[in-house]
């Protein structure tokens, strides 16, 4: 039976008709566009806000799997939990995500691999009205095209947990890992450029110490640095900007970042 998650921010984060939506998710894609990509990112940590504020942020990391609709066949998607709180990471009880683009389906035999896992459970509330994951469904659904899901909404975890949850979906090739984080929350235009700095010198080093302070999805940020640190992927700053660069006054900003991860023999 078809148990389909609807979109919970459609006409709110993003514009709630099809043809708006993919208009502009294409404008940001094609502006992001990086003519010298020689080869696709296995991770990437994009941002979740409004699209007027991350979107064009957001893009610059998903411009970057151009050529591999096709090729992608599962996303891993983790985002933290905002309204609803959960002890580790959640999974849905959907069958798939629908976006105004369409219905993505649920990779059940990938989520299937974690049920054993104490760290994971199931919550329909915790999807239910999370913006974190649902906003990254059009980006990806305009770059890959065909793909099955496994969303995560990451709540109260360690970064061991999470690096654990990882190493059991990640797969090789067909299978793409996204973390859902912004930064820093409404400092200053200046303090936000030095603050958010500092946190990606940390992420760029593969450091798993983050706080919540400086990315709001700290938890599986840590988690995918504490894998990447394990297997010597190397990590690389697409995109760096707040909302003050993008469409809001410079009095209280959001930092964005788009930050792609390669495996070691692939870079």
Same mark, same amino acid.
């Given at each position: 039976?078809?148990?389909?998650?609807?979109?919970?921010?459609?006409?709110?984060?993003?514009?709630? *008709?099809?043809?708006?939506?993919?208009?502009?998710?294409?404008?940001?894609? @094609?502006?992001? %566009?990086?003519?010298?990509?020689? %080869?696709?990112?296995?991770?990437?940590?994009?941002?979740?806000?409004?699209?007027?504020?991350? /979107?064009?942020?957001?893009?610059? /990391?998903?411009?970057?799997?151009?050529?591999?609709? /096709?090729?992608?066949?599962?996303?891993?998607?983790?985002?933290?939990?905002?309204?609803?709180?959960?002890?580790?990471?959640?999974?849905? !009880?959907?069958?798939?995500?629908?976006?105004?683009? $369409?219905?993505?389906?649920?990779?059940?035999?990938?989520?299937?691999?974690?049920?054993?896992?104490?760290?994971?459970?199931?919550?329909?509330?915790?999807?239910?009205?999370?913006?974190?994951?649902?906003?990254?469904?059009?980006?990806? !659904?305009? #770059?890959?095209? @065909?793909?099955?899901?496994?969303?995560?909404?990451?709540?109260?975890?360690?970064?061991?947990?999470?690096?654990?949850?990882?190493?059991?979906?990640? /797969?090789?090739?067909?299978?793409?890992?996204?973390?859902? *984080?912004?930064?820093?929350?409404?400092?200053?235009?200046?303090?936000? !450029? %030095?603050?958010?700095?500092?946190?990606? %010198?940390?992420?760029?080093?593969? *450091?798993? @110490?983050?706080?919540? *302070?400086?990315?709001?999805?700290?938890?599986? #940020?840590? $988690?995918?640095?504490?894998?990447?640190?394990?297997?010597?992927?190397?990590?690389?700053?697409?995109?760096?900007?707040?909302?003050?660069?993008?469409?809001?006054?410079?009095?209280?900003?959001?930092?964005?970042?788009?930050?792609?991860?390669?495996?070691?023999?692939?870079?």
């Amino acid at each position: 039976m078809n148990n389909s998650r609807p979109p919970a921010v459609a006409g709110l984060f993003y514009p709630s *008709s099809p043809g708006e939506l993919s208009t502009g998710v294409r404008a940001m894609l @094609d502006a992001a %566009r990086a003519d010298d990509v020689d %080869r696709p990112p296995k991770a990437l940590i994009v941002p979740h806000a409004g699209y007027v504020y991350s /979107g064009p942020v957001a893009a610059s /990391g998903y411009a970057r799997l151009a050529s591999m609709a /096709g090729r992608i066949r599962r996303v891993v998607l983790l985002g933290p939990v905002h309204r609803v709180p959960v002890r580790g990471l959640a999974l849905p !009880q959907a069958t798939g995500f629908s976006t105004p683009l $369409g219905e993505v389906a649920l990779d059940t035999a990938a989520m299937a691999l974690l049920a054993d896992m104490p760290q994971v459970t199931v919550s329909a509330a915790a999807h239910a009205q999370e913006h974190s994951l649902e906003v990254h469904l059009p980006f990806l !659904q305009a #770059v890959l095209g @065909d793909f099955r899901l496994v969303p995560l909404a990451v709540g109260d975890a360690t970064t061991e947990e999470v690096a654990e949850v990882l190493a059991r979906v990640w /797969g090789g090739e067909e299978t793409l890992i996204v973390v859902s *984080s912004d930064l820093s929350h409404f400092l200053s235009y200046d303090a936000a !450029q %030095r603050t958010d700095s500092e946190t990606v %010198r940390h992420i760029l080093a593969l *450091s798993a @110490d983050l706080d919540h *302070s400086a990315a709001c999805g700290a938890t599986p #940020v840590n $988690g995918l640095l504490a894998y990447a640190g394990r297997h010597a992927l190397k990590a690389e700053l697409l995109d760096l900007r707040n909302s003050g660069d993008t469409a809001g006054d410079r009095t209280r900003v959001v930092g964005y970042a788009a930050i792609a991860f390669y495996e070691a023999d692939c870079r």
